[in-house]
């Protein structure tokens, strides 16, 4: 599990943490927001390894018994709460959090609740969740993590210290791929600005044996979907549905590129695009499309990335994307 000197970026959102330790005012209840590849998990897991270290600093040592234990997943005060099926439902809560909560701590001052995906909760499970929250144990520390806060209930946002994540500097995230995961120069520059900020997503890109050739596809894709027979465009479902695995980082660098339309289409600002070197082809579609049908396409590719996570027919899913991408 990493310490706080494992994260990249987001030095604030850690020096809020660390003063909280420092000034014993810890919170029962903090909402990490950020996009999946932000590091709210890796901030959250250090931050439960401090308030459990045995030494009482505003770091984990990283030697002391506890700090080994959470290391190893055998911490007794710390619960990474498990979703069997697709939602997280009132059962697991229950069993995981609520019962557990009433019981001390077996050796530390704190025990700490990490719930990950935090918007896959049913209503039933928010609702318990946050009779829990609303009456705390004095030694319990709930790490709520979500990409969209705005699935969970008010009632629960309110009750919550909300710390959201920002992107990281794209020349941050370049430096830690080549100086602490040993990437190449010119693959850490191009994971580093198509990461968007994002070093989780960086780190993939970069390990991925295919992502350049990903990015040709996608620009191939983005750049002659207009032109592209009803034959051409379901064979392209089938190149999606053969790299189903990479779905996820396909869908992004679309989002990206579209992103990049809006963005010249309103700022004709070439110095903040992402495909710099396709300059005349994001020209191009900026003055073609209008700022609602880019919007449409942008909102689609997100609903896609959303229904995909929830065991849709895959295939249906891209299909639509791509008819929505020729049609508007």
């Given at each position: 599990?990493?310490?706080?000197?494992?994260?990249?970026?987001?030095?604030?959102?850690?020096?809020?943490?660390?003063?909280?330790?420092?000034?014993?005012?810890?919170?029962?209840?903090?909402?990490?927001?950020?996009?999946?590849?932000?590091?709210?998990?890796?901030?959250?897991?250090?931050?439960?390894?401090?308030?459990?270290?045995?030494?009482?600093?505003?770091?984990?040592?990283?030697?002391?018994?506890?700090?080994?234990?959470?290391?190893?997943?055998?911490?007794?005060?710390?619960?990474?709460v498990v979703r069997e099926k697709a939602s997280l439902g009132v059962k697991?809560?229950?069993?995981?959090?609520?019962?557990?909560?009433?019981?001390?701590?077996?050796?530390?001052?704190?025990?700490?609740?990490?719930?990950?995906?935090?918007?896959?909760?049913?209503?039933?499970?928010?609702?318990?969740?946050?009779?829990?929250?609303?009456?705390?144990?004095?030694?319990?520390?709930?790490?709520?993590?979500?990409?969209?806060?705005?699935?969970?209930?008010?009632?629960?946002?309110?009750?919550?210290?909300?710390?959201?994540?920002?992107?990281?500097?794209?020349?941050?995230?370049?430096?830690?791929?080549?100086?602490?995961?040993?990437?190449?120069?010119?693959?850490?520059?191009?994971?580093?600005?198509?990461?968007?900020?994002?070093?989780?997503?960086?780190?993939?890109?970069?390990?991925?044996?295919?992502f350049i050739e990903q990015r040709n596809e996608v620009l191939r894709l983005?750049?002659?979907?207009?032109?592209?027979?009803?034959?051409?465009?379901?064979?392209?479902?089938?190149?999606?549905?053969?790299?189903?695995?990479?779905?996820?980082?396909?869908?992004?660098?679309?989002?990206?590129?579209?992103?990049?339309?809006?963005?010249?289409?309103?700022?004709?600002?070439v110095n903040s695009l992402l495909f710099r070197d396709e300059q005349e082809?994001?020209?191009?579609?900026?003055?073609?499309?209008?700022?609602?049908?880019?919007?449409?396409?942008?909102?689609?590719?997100?609903?896609?990335?959303?229904?995909?996570?929830?065991?849709?027919?895959?295939?249906?899913?891209?299909?639509?994307?791509?008819?929505?991408?020729?049609?508007?």
């Amino acid at each position: 599990m990493a310490d706080f000197k494992d994260v990249i970026g987001h030095e604030q959102l850690i020096l809020h943490l660390q003063n909280a330790v420092r000034q014993k005012k810890v919170s029962h209840a903090y909402l990490f927001c950020g996009e999946e590849g932000s590091g709210k998990r890796l901030i959250a897991e250090a931050f439960a390894k401090t308030l459990l270290c045995e030494k009482g600093g505003i770091a984990a040592c990283g030697t002391c018994k506890s700090c080994r234990q959470i290391e190893s997943g055998n911490h007794p005060d710390f619960k990474a709460v498990v979703r069997e099926k697709a939602s997280l439902g009132v059962k697991e809560i229950r069993e995981q959090v609520t019962s557990d909560a009433q019981i001390k701590p077996y050796s530390s001052d704190y025990k700490v609740y990490l719930i990950d995906e935090a918007e896959k909760m049913t209503e039933e499970a928010q609702n318990a969740l946050l009779k829990t929250i609303e009456e705390p144990r004095s030694y319990a520390v709930f790490l709520i993590l979500t990409g969209r806060q705005e699935m969970l209930l008010p009632t629960i946002l309110s009750r919550c210290i909300s710390l959201s994540l920002y992107p990281v500097a794209t020349e941050k995230i370049k430096r830690f791929l080549m100086e602490r995961r040993g990437v190449p120069d010119y693959l850490a520059e191009s994971a580093a600005v198509f990461s968007g900020g994002l070093v989780g997503r960086a780190v993939r890109y970069a390990e991925s044996e295919t992502f350049i050739e990903q990015r040709n596809e996608v620009l191939r894709l983005v750049k002659y979907i207009d032109e592209m027979t009803m034959a051409e465009v379901m064979e392209t479902v089938k190149l999606f549905a053969a790299h189903k695995e990479s779905a996820g980082e396909y869908l992004d660098l679309i989002l990206l590129w579209y992103r990049d339309v809006l963005l010249f289409k309103a700022a004709k600002d070439v110095n903040s695009l992402l495909f710099r070197d396709e300059q005349e082809a994001v020209f191009a579609q900026a003055q073609k499309r209008s700022f609602e049908n880019l919007q449409r396409i942008v909102d689609a590719i997100e609903q896609v990335k959303q229904r995909l996570k929830s065991n849709v027919n895959f295939e249906n899913a891209v299909e639509l994307l791509l008819l929505c991408m020729k049609e508007v």
